[in-house]
T-cell receptor, first 110, second 115 residues
Framework: RKEVEQDPGPFNVPEGATVAFNCTYSNSASQSFFWYRQDCRKEPKLLMSVYSSGNEDGRFTAQLNRASQYISLLIRDSKLSDSATYLCVVRTGGSYIPTFGRGTSLIVHP | DGGITQSPKYLFRKEGQNVTLSCEQNLNHDAMYWYRQDPGQGLRLIYYSQIVNDFQKGDIAEGYSVSREKKESFPLTVTSAQKNPTAFYLC??????????????FGQGTRLTVV
């Protein structure tokens, strides 16, 4: 079983739609969680950290479920500019290395 | 501006050659990482370093080597032993473990092609 798993998609949605991605992780000792965005042929950039109580940043909402070992990202009112790959990242105590999921591709169309 | 810089952006290598990818950061981060990304794939860890003069192998270290002589610098050498080196290479850095919000910051990447 991979440490961090994501549905690769693509998720193909119209502008204005709400879309949600999930990510599961295998190590129950994982301590820090993040969502990154990666545009085609570019480096990943931090979208948001994921806190235990859940957190929101504008149209983006992140949730953490430790019991079921998954995190989620909800995007409301999708824009064309949201089209990208969204990477789930988990850091586990000890070496604290960022471990990446394969990414979920989102395509927002007019 | 603080950040992490990789060079070159594009690199072409002949088979049998060693090449070195540069990674420099001025964020005062202790930890640095090298990842490889293949088309349609996630990031796979090659090497990482938590402190100067120390580094550890990641999941796919074979055919690669690194050094960490300075806190700011973590160069990656792709040796001729790496059988399939064509890929997008990403360097990252972060704060030490135990610090909240220890997100990783990335350089712009180096796209290596074997010709």
């Amino acid at each position: 079983r991979k440490e961090v798993e994501q549905d690769p998609g693509p998720f193909n949605v119209p502008e204005g739609a709400t879309v949600a991605f999930n990510c599961t992780y295998s190590n129950s000792a994982s301590q820090s969680f993040f969502w990154y965005r990666q545009d085609c042929r570019k480096e990943p950039k931090l979208l948001m950290s994921v806190y235990s109580s859940g957190n929101e940043d504008g149209r983006f909402t992140a949730q953490l479920n430790r019991a079921s070992q998954y995190i989620s990202l909800l995007i409301r009112d999708s824009k064309l500019s949201d089209s990208a790959t969204y990477l789930c990242v988990v850091r586990t105590g000890g070496s604290y290395i960022p471990t990446f999921g394969r990414g979920t591709s989102l395509i927002v169309h007019p | 501006d603080g950040g992490i810089t990789q060079s070159p952006k594009y690199l072409f290598r002949k088979e049998g050659q060693n090449v070195t990818l540069s990674c420099e950061q001025n964020l005062n981060h202790d930890a640095m990482y090298w990842y490889r990304q293949d088309p349609g794939q996630g990031l796979r860890l090659i090497y990482y370093s938590q402190i100067v003069n120390d580094f550890q192998k990641g999941d796919i270290a074979e055919g690669y080597s690194v050094s960490r002589e300075k806190k700011e610098s973590f160069p990656l050498t792709v040796t001729s032993a790496q059988k399939n080196p064509t890929a997008f290479y990403l360097c990252a850095s972060s704060m030490p473990s135990g610090t909240r919000d220890t997100e990783a910051f990335f350089g712009q990447g180096t796209r290596l092609t074997v010709v």
